[in-house]
């Protein structure tokens, strides 16, 4: 059920999402795109990846708990790209990609 | 910005995948299944039209509010369905789907 | 079914789909990433859009239908833009996108 | 780039997704539903992770390869249980798994 013990992690996985696209959308917007490029392309995994975790959570598919190694690497990888930014939505996004592999990684254990 | 005016509909477009998700694996799982196949298809149906338009939401992009009367239009059907089953995950998914195409519908305005 | 009148619908709409992901991917590694903020946002938009399209044909659904007109939009505005930039990837996804817009009026009309 | 090395492998997994689609929506249409509800929900869960698998490989993400092993479990999955069945859409879509799997295993290797 994806109620009880995973609904946290959907959680962290749906703020994680909205926090990736929308950070990517306005690096595009930036002055400076050129600076933004890799955290556009890690913006886009991190999103699609957390996207398919929370899709297969929420269906108690036991191929969401496999994802989850993934999950957490794309969210690290984001948020240390993203904490080099100082725009706002760089380093709201680096905290929900943090909270999200956080989130992770417990239901991993 | 998706945290603004656009983040109530996200959210109930959220809620609303998570519902039809589980609510197509519940069904699978039920006695009689065949009784819960135009359920199983719209939940599919509602879930990836929901996702879509949530992600094009949260990325500021204008495709977005072009696809809330689709989504209007799967959320109802799919709530209609989903109540004429006893089970709590269609009672459920009915009415997460009734306030997404509330939330849709003012968006829309 | 998927493999009689919407096949060649469905073919175009994935080879869209590959061509605006590699396309976004390789506007970020061009020297003026700024010039391509516009077609890495339709890129992005396009690609998700065909997506949940042939999903939703290939599942022989109604809303594979409803879709086409919002498909067709985001690929005329995609080539429209690609085309006006001479990367051997903006004029491939350029081609792409007219040939899936094309494939998307006919299975409407 | 997702012309060279990774298209027959991109090739491998839409076909594998276009089966795996339709065979849930035709089972969904059997006389006999239950006997299907294992087949529907690995054909959702093996379309979907294709998908993204597809997806990160068209844009050249090095998170693409890191799906392939999750892609071949669920390919086999699906396949092992679709073969089981006598209907077209699910030997077809045993057929498309199992050349998927394949696929992806070359590029993994």
New interface residues.
Partial sequence: ???SQNRPV?DAL?EC??AC??C??AC??EE???M??RC??LD??C???C??TA??L????V?GK??LR?CI??CEACAAECAQHDHDHCQACAEACRRCAEACRSLAA
């Fill in positions: 059920m994806h109620n959907i749906q999402i909205l696209e929308h990517a959308s595009l917007q400076h795109v050129k933004m490029a556009i392309q886009r995994d999103a699609d990846i996207r398919l899709t297969l929420a269906r108690g598919s191929h496999h994802l993934e690497e794309v």
